[in-house]
């Protein structure tokens, strides 16, 4: 079955760098549209970035400029560059697939990362 696992989340002090990185099994990951999402307590789970069907991508207005969303379809695995890191950043960031075929969704455990100094 498809399985996302994330690894890469931390403290990291404020102005910091992470890379967030998803394994993925199971699947045929060129068919897939990956992105990452985010959640804290109290909030829905949000967009960061994502991969979008036409191969370009899209990220959350909070994190232009600073984040970078990649993939390695060698590999299977998509990774997540943030840079600049703030506060309010801190969150549980979740993997996601997305089938570009028949639309069925997954999703990983997700990884804590926690910006603080």
């Known amino acids: 079955q498809v399985q996302l696992v994330e690894s890469g989340g931390g403290l990291v002090q404020p102005g910091g760098s992470l890379r967030l990185s998803c394994a993925a099994s199971?699947?045929?990951?060129?068919?897939?549209?990956m992105g990452w999402y985010c959640e804290t307590p109290g909030k829905q789970r949000e967009l960061v970035a994502r991969?979008?069907?036409?191969?370009?991508?899209k990220y959350a207005d909070f994190v232009k400029g600073r984040f970078t969303i990649s993939r390695d379809n060698a590999k299977n695995t998509v990774s997540l560059q943030m840079n600049s890191l703030k506060v309010e950043d801190t969150a549980v960031y979740y993997c996601?697939?997305?089938?570009?075929?028949?639309?069925?969704?997954?999703w990983g455990k997700g990884t804590l990362v926690t910006v603080s100094s």
């Open positions: 991969f979008t069907g036409s191969g370009s991508t």
């Open positions: 996601n697939a997305v089938n570009m075929y028949n639309g069925r969704e997954y």
């Open positions: 199971g699947m045929i990951f060129e068919l897939y549209d």
